[in-house]
Structures are given as C-alpha cells and as structure tokens.
C-alpha cells in the first residue's frame, strides 16, 4: 500500500509502498478513504514533536473497517470511520481509571501507532468513531482532529444562550468555530488579520467581522464585546489583547499553540472576573456532536483536495499559511 513516511526535520514526505499491516488484538485495519492535514502536522514535520522517524504522519483520517483484529467487538467490516488522535488509554493508570485517557501517558496515538496519510490505517477499535450516513468522506475528515478541538472548545467555554461568541483566527480551526457557535445559536464575530478573509468570515456565519487594526481587545470592546472568545490563532499578541475585549465573567478558551505566552493584565481579570481556558480534543462526545452538526448541514469544512502524491505541495501551502481552509488527501481506490 502506498504511505507518505516523514522521515527528517523539514525534508518532504517520502512516498513509500508499505506492507499492509495486519491489525493486533483489539485493532482494525481500515481502507483510507481520505485523511485531513492539520496545522500540528508542521509542527512535526519541523521536527518539534517526540516522533520516531519514519512515521507516516496524518491525524483526521477516514475510512471503512476492512478487516477486525481478535475480541474487537462493536464495530464491523464495512463500517465508515474516523480515528481520533488518543485512540486507547493504557486502561490502568488514574486517568484511564476516571475515563479521561486523553492524559494518559501511555496512550496509543497516530504517533506511536500509524497516521492517516496511507492507504491502509492500522488502528485501535476503541480510537474509532462512526461518520453518520450522507456526510461525504472529504467533509468528515477535519471533523476528526479540527472539527473535534472547536467543538470541545466550545463546550469548554461553558456557553449560555444568548451569550455573544467572538473567534480569533480564521484558519482550519476558526472557521469551523463560526460555524459551531452560529449553529449552537450565538450571535458571533470573526476577529482575523487578513481583510481578505472578511467576505468568506460572513459567508461561515459571522454576524460581524472585526479585522484587526491595532488592538484586537480594544476594537472588539469598541463593537460591543464578547462573553466568550474561542482562539485558534497562533498569534500571542492578538490573544493577549482580546482578553480587553471580554465582557464581565467572559472566557477566553485557547487553542492554539505557540512559543510565546499569553500577557494577562491580574487587574481587568478581576475586575470582570475573567477565565482563561486552556483546550484540546477532549470528551469523544464532542465529535460525536460536530459529526451531528455536519450531518445536520449545520457545519461544512472548506476545503482543498489533493491527492496522495501531492501530499508535499499541501504541507508547503499548509506551511505558508495559504490553505483555505482545509486542505485533504483523499484515497479512494
Ligand atoms: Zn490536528
Ligand atoms: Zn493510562
């Protein structure tokens, strides 16, 4: 089967043909139908991520269960999934024990297993989710790492009705997060960098666009302010100053990574009483629920579609920054 390996810091992704993998106890192997590449994948591919090399890289993968490992029970061939990136706690530390085996330090992931970029994925049966019928292989995909993150952002932010929802960071993630925040009935405003993104900031269902001039906090304050800002952007700065933007007991929930820290001003935090929330894919329930919003037409990726051996032009566009908005390999054969 062919697979794209990452093999060294920043080299392109090798396109190798690989034994297809025969799935363990408690595994599947799936026939890959198309595989999303996510922001992290240039992390790791910039070497900044404790990967083993060769590895073949991609964390939204789709697909249909082609053969069953022993005992696994629940799913069967011919089933439509997605592997998400914790595919198995270890099941006997104290997080697995309490159910959360996202912190489980010894957890089975695409990293230590096998990710998505293939044609035939080796993976755990427990790290399987079900793609609801009607909802195309390409639009499920980002549902499974980008998809899975804003909705458990949202959740994470605690949001009431009525509550207004500003996004930082209009990419693979905060375009998703427009969609989820309209959907769940909030009015909402885009905050981005890029004027350019201001036309289709609307068309995802921003009430309003805020493209920063000077201070986002300031200016998102000067249109009203917002109770809760999901943040998708690796901008520091920008995430710094939108905390000025919060209204009284508003939450900023961030998502994004970067090697700057976040400034927090301890007066306006407690004169508004403000939260800063950190947040990762958390509850599965969370991508079960987006998956629902996508069937729902409710949420729909934007995307770029490339094939396989195309996969290095999508890491460099990624790479740039030029990807609208999310760009995938599909797999059919
Ligand atoms: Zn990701
Ligand atoms: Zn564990």
Known sequence: MRAAQYTQPDAPLRLVDLPVPTPGPGQVLVRMHASGVCGTDIHVW??????????????EPVGVVEVLGAGVQGLKVGDRVGVSWVQRGCGACGQ??????????????????????????LAEARGCTL?????????AAPMFCAGYT?????????????????????????????????AMGHEVVAITGSADKRAESLSFGADEVLVVKEHAGLELAAMGGADIVLSTSNSMRHNSQVLAGLRHEGRLVTMAVGGEPIAVDPMLMLLKQLSVVGSMQDERQDMVEVLALVAAGKVKPKLELYGLDEINTLMERQRDGKVRYRGVIELAR
């Open 131 to 139: 793609i609801p019928a009607g909802v195309d292989w390409a639009v």
């Open 150 to 182: 804003v909705m458990s952002g949202y959740r994470n932010a605690r949001a009431k009705a009525g509550e207004r929802v500003a996004v930082v960071g209009i990419g693979g993630l905060g375009h998703l997060a427009v969609q989820v925040a309209k």
């Open 96 to 121: 697995c024990q309490r159910h959360k085996e996202l912190y489980c330090d010894a957890a089975t992931t695409w990293m230590t297993l096998v990710g998505g970029h293939c044609e035939d994925m």
């Open 46 to 59: 910039h070497g900044h991520f404790p990967v083993t090399a060769p590895l073949v890289l991609g964390h």
